[in-house]
């Protein structure tokens, strides 16, 4: 009766809170598209209530629309089903509820579920899965070979989530070897992992960043201070096999709070896209005037690692910052040379970058 009563609650809050993302205004979040790439905003890992989340599969489309996402996964766990006495065992069925709602917003919808193991091995996501039912087998191995024999992409959840069980394993190193595992999430919901940061570069796998999102989603609206962690894909286009191929590529950033992780080159696109000079004015003869303007929605914190400039400087997002810089002697352009600390190109290493201006 226990488990019929959280059911139901979950499935009246999710039929109470569908209107409310219909008709709520839906969000546009600014990050530039770089590179000739589209920059899709994507969030690969949330559940329902087909496993342990609490909301019914349309409500993710709903609250992904309302948040301005373009692509999303439902990866329910296939193992671990609290509310299997309720709702019957049916893998497929969270794609197949929620399709036609994400076909009406403009969502990209992806097959997907997350294999569900102790740590270690720990918890997988494996995307763009024709049948998912085919991954329900007892041994793990057995499972991850399943779904690449579906050309999956597949994914390591959380590395860290378990502090004194985590690391890299024997298990892993199967995996990566057997050429199953093809990216790791560097963030999940409120947390980082360094270690999967590393590995990513150290192995070249896809960086990864998802909500996990069980409950429903309370952000009215994304901004720059509250937005859930979602993964930036820099696809060819807003299409399915788009979205795999870039994933397959490595062509992905994280926004995780007030950061950006990604490769450096990525990073750099985007800081060029998004950072532009409004107006510069000389001002005497040593003396000069600048107007800079973010157009993203990270708010850059900047250290100075050349002579000009403030020694610390942030560039909120969407908007502009005037700075009055001290020349070098007969200099005839601006160059200011930081580290952005908030955008990561390794574990506790920011992105170099300048901003040249002619006088």
Known sequence: ?????????????????????????????????????????????????????????????????????????????????????????????????????????????IRAAEITRETPPGHFNALFLDDIALLDTEEFLNCVEAANKQEAFVFWNHPGWKPEKKGWFEIHTKLYESKWLHGIEVANGGSYYPDGHKWCIEKNLTMMGNSDIHAPSMIAKTTPENHRTMTLVFAKEKATEAVKEALVKGRTAVWYKDQLIGKEDFLQAIFAESVTIDDIERKGRRRARIELHNNCDLAIRLRRVGETGPAELVLPAADTTTLKIKLPKGSERIELSYIAENMLIAPEKGLPVKIIGTL
Request: hydrophobic share 45%; with cysteine.
């Open 1 to 109: 009766m226990k488990k019929l009563s959280v059911v139901l609650f979950a499935v009246v809050v999710s039929l109470l809170l569908s209107p409310v993302a219909s008709c709520a205004a839906e969000a546009k979040i600014n990050f530039p598209d770089i590179l000739g790439y589209k920059t899709l905003k994507c969030d690969l890992h949330m559940h329902t209530v087909f496993s342990d989340g609490a909301v019914w599969p349309s409500v993710r489309v709903d609250e992904a629309a309302r948040e301005g996402l373009d692509v999303i996964a439902i990866s329910d766990h296939i193992e671990y089903q609290p509310h299997k006495n309720d709702i019957p065992t049916n893998h497929n069925r969270p794609y197949e509820i929620a399709a036609g709602a994400a076909k009406k917003k403009g969502i990209l919808l």
